[in-house]
């Protein structure tokens, strides 16, 4: 029998643009889970889409691909429908993207069977309920007549491995199908992508920037860098003894779980609960029944926020967690008075906000005290403005500076954040996107706040990009004595630069302390579920994984 | 060792890689056109008044490229001319009609409150009245001419601007880096003229530039309906109006060169503004 996936030294040249794959080999063989890692531009995603003849339009192509013997390279336009009907499916990252949202559910899975292979209705829908309970979803047959909005992010992307596995393909491509999702949801995911690959003995190329999430569904992992495999192998061989500098480099900048609290800041471990050494301090946030509220045109309430009570020491660092929904932005949004709250009391620095939007001057001066840096790089800057005059604007509205003076002063502190001068009049379309995050960091702090809120700060960044901001800003707070409100969904960030931790729930703080402690001695519930969600490599013990599971779905 | 250096292009030359070949003639014709009518004194071989009743009617030849009309006058120097009042009109009311539409869109989009709900119905009622009908109006209050059909024209077509740019205020004010202004103590006035502002004229503009072709259009048929530009004035609604007898008699000619121009640059303002949108729609999508 032939081959599975084997692809031969894939080369893509877009004219204009340069090569995006040099020389890619690999291959992938009946009942393996093959793991496909790199950041972003490293070429996963061409590398996937190749399997199915997918290639941008006008590249120059020199290699093969074969999927059981098909070159979809050479192919043509009938053996590749046939190909992509048969043999080969793809589950992308954004199920909201890849499916109707006029049409139900049902109509979505059977018509692939109705059209393709001429099953009658009644057994198109009868295998596609069959296969909906196959993927977990209960009430499947309710949901055939549900629409795609009715549906949370993880139901969906169970629908579409469903309408991926009603082919029963011998290849599964999977591009990123958990990175929208919220961890816990991920967890029952991939523990779905791995029982059905086994029991059906598919081949399965995983396509991930998550290291960690390779390794506890893929046996063996392809690195990718800049269009080139860096390093192949056994998955576990490649994590635990990297032969490329390039691995190492990505393996240490994955974050993990610390539960040593973080940095060694010592008397910063002061419980957020009003234990410790810095309890008599006054501190610069405090919140006191906060709560938002959203009246729907229905007249329904949503309560986003639901009395949040937290201290936020000067000079400390808390970490607010949770999943979507869970309220964190919510908070952040109200710290910096782009929300008014509904109910409670929020001070910062020892003066209450008002309840109503806040006048211009009393905007001016609250920016002095907090600032924030929001989550995606590529929308929090200005396009039109070069980055130089961005921060120098910021100087000249709040040291008073004249032009020349707030240029030196912006190119100083750019250059403190990383970016050299050389990029001080480029548009932030021509940076990347730490660049940009630090660029958006240099903007905030040129108000010289006291209090800095990261709103998911790094979610958007590749992961050794993140690691490099992550140090940056543990870099500034220490020499500007910042104090961080770290919003993320992302534990193991939290462990690394916050001594404190709120975890959130459906607008409720369900936990708080020290984050060592939270971290390795969880209390409630929830916070158990969202630590052991965490991808677990497939070597470590398999049991915490199965806690994750249960609560998954 | 070889450095390859990828700069980003700049200015015109960024544009140029992405008009296509027809946005590219779309854009000759539009300048050529402009040019005709700004250089027409100079440039025209005749006085597009002289009237020369032994040479009426007359076909195209070596003295009258295009022919003469049935006072014996030059087509080519008329329509030189004619171009000065044809677009002279359209770009006063584009001109007229983006400022008050960014603005007033501008302040629509930007207040939640009663001021953008109050100015989105006057939009609507705007909207409803055809723009040729309010032309008429103001020419019946103000006399005929240029300045009434243009006075109404500009309002006629504010609520096109004013809507679209309504709609993308509201898109833009909740982008981060709208917020982080905000958070940044940035005054409202500030963001909204200096930073947001700016930001939408590429997609406005797009608007604007569909605008001057329908303009157009509509200013020439006002004066073909004898409610425009007043004879001897020489423009190219009035041409196709005055070249109406010499039609019914079989000489097409004296008609359809200014017909022929007015589609000529409504198909090319069109071409040109559709190009502008879909490169700033993918742009941003």
């Known amino acids: 029998m032939t081959a599975l996936l084997q692809i031969e030294d894939l080369t893509l040249d877009l004219p204009g643009i340069g090569p995006l794959l040099k020389g890619v080999s690999l291959h992938v063989d009946d009942g393996e889970a093959v793991a496909l890692v790199g950041e972003s531009g490293s070429g996963k995603s061409l590398t996937t889409r190749a399997a199915l003849g997918l290639f941008p339009g006008r590249s120059r192509l020199s290699g093969t691909v074969s999927v059981r013997g098909l070159d979809t390279v050479t192919a043509s336009r009938q053996e590749l429908l046939a190909l992509r009907r048969q043999r080969a499916s793809m589950i992308f990252q954004d199920p909201r993207a890849g499916i109707n949202p006029v049409r139900t559910v049902g109509d979505f899975l059977t018509e692939t069977l109705v059209r393709w292979k001429g099953l009658p209705g009644a057994e198109s829908r009868e295998r596609a309920v069959k296969q909906l309970e196959q993927v977990g979803l209960g009430r499947a047959r309710e949901l055939m007549d549900q629409y795609p909005h009715q549906l949370s992010g993880g139901m969906l992307q169970r629908v579409m491995i469903a309408a991926a596995l009603l082919d029963s393909p011998e290849l599964l491509l999977c591009d990123e199908p958990t990175t929208a999702l919220d961890v816990t949801t991920q967890a029952g995911i991939v523990r779905l992508l791995r029982d059905e690959q086994q029991a059906r003995g598919m081949g399965m190329l995983f396509i991930t920037h998550d290291l960690n999430l390779a390794a506890s569904l893929c046996d063996r992992v392809y690195v990718l860098r800049h269009g080139e495999v860096v390093e192949n192998g056994a998955t576990r061989s490649v994590f635990l003894a990297p032969q490329r500098d390039y691995t190492r480099e990505l393996l240490a900048a994955t974050p993990t779980i610390e539960t040593d609290g973080g940095r060694p800041d010592g008397g910063d471990v002061a419980g957020a609960d009003g234990a410790g050494p810095a309890a008599s301090e006054v501190p610069l946030l405090e919140a006191a029944g906060l709560s938002k509220r959203y009246e729907l045109r229905s007249g329904e309430v949503i309560t986003a926020l639901d009395g949040a009570d937290f201290r936020l020491r000067a000079g400390g660092s808390l970490g607010v967690v949770g999943e979507s929904g869970s309220g964190k932005s919510t908070l952040a949004r109200l710290v910096v008075a782009l929300e008014t709250a509904s109910d409670g009391e929020l001070t910062l620095g020892g003066s209450a906000r008002p309840r109503r939007p806040l006048k211009a001057g009393e905007r001016k001066l609250l920016a002095k005290d907090v600032q924030i840096v929001f989550q995606d790089p590529y929308l929090s800057l200005d396009p039109r403005i070069p980055v130089g005059r961005a921060v120098a604007d910021v100087f000249r509205l709040h040291r008073k500076q004249g032009r020349r003076e707030a240029m030196q002063s912006s190119r100083d502190l750019l250059e403190r954040v990383g970016i050299t001068s050389a990029r001080f009049e480029a548009k932030p379309r021509a940076l990347s996107g730490g660049q940009r995050q630090r660029v958006a960091l240099a903007k905030a702090l040129a108000a010289r706040p006291r209090l800095l809120v990261l709103d998911e700060a790094t979610s958007a960044l590749d992961v050794s990009v993140q690691a490099q901001v992550l140090e940056l800003v543990e870099e500034l707070r220490e020499q500007l004595g910042l104090t961080i409100l770290f919003v993320t969904h992302d534990l193991a960030v939290v462990s690394r630069l916050c001594s404190e931790l709120l975890v959130m729930r459906q607008g409720r703080i369900v936990e708080q302390g020290a984050t060592a402690r939270i971290l390795s001695a969880p209390e409630h519930e929830y916070t158990r579920t969202l630590i052991g969600s965490r991808p677990r490599a497939l070597w470590e013990s398999d049991g915490v994984g199965d806690a994750a599971h249960a609560v998954a779905v | ?285």
Do not use: C
Not at chain 2, 9 to 16: K, L, V
Not at chain 2, 105 to 113: E, F, H, M, R, V
């Open chain 2, 1 to 285: 060792m070889t450095l390859t250096l990828q700069l980003p292009q700049t200015g015109i030359r960024r544009y140029g890689s992405l008009l296509s070949p027809l946005a590219w003639a779309a854009l000759l014709v539009s300048a050529a056109v402009v040019l005709a009518a700004l250089l027409a004194p100079a440039l025209a071989p005749y006085d597009p008044d002289y009237v020369d009743l032994n040479n009426v009617l007359a076909g195209p030849n070596a003295q009258h490229l295009l022919g003469t009309d049935a006072l014996g006058r030059d087509l080519l120097s008329r329509i030189m001319f004619g171009g000065r009042t044809a677009l002279l009109g359209p770009t006063i009311v584009v001109l007229g009609s983006t400022a008050a539409g960014l603005l007033l869109g501008l302040a629509a989009g930007w207040s939640d409150g009663w001021t953008g709900k109050v100015l989105g119905r006057v939009f609507d009622l705007l909207f409803s009245f055809p723009a040729l009908l309010l032309a008429m109006l103001s020419i019946a209050l103000f006399g005929k001419g240029l300045f009434a059909p243009i006075l109404a024209m500009t309002i006629a077509y504010v609520p096109y601007v004013a809507r679209l740019t309504q709609g993308l205020v509201v898109a833009e004010r909740t982008r981060p880096y709208v917020q982080a202004y905000r958070v940044l103590g940035f005054r409202t006035p500030w963001v909204v003229l200096g930073r947001v502002m700016p930001n939408l004229i590429p997609t406005v503009g797009a608007q604007s530039a569909l605008n001057f072709g329908y303009v157009l259009a509509d200013l020439a048929a006002l004066s073909f309906i004898g409610l425009g530009v007043q004879p001897p004035t020489s423009d190219w609604g009035a041409m196709i109006e005055e070249s109406r007898g010499a039609l019914l008699g079989g000489y097409v000619l004296p008609a359809f060169w200014p017909a022929f121009v007015v589609v000529l640059v409504v198909v090319a303002v069109n071409v040109i503004g559709e190009e502008l949108s879909d490169r700033i729609g993918g742009k941003l999508s």
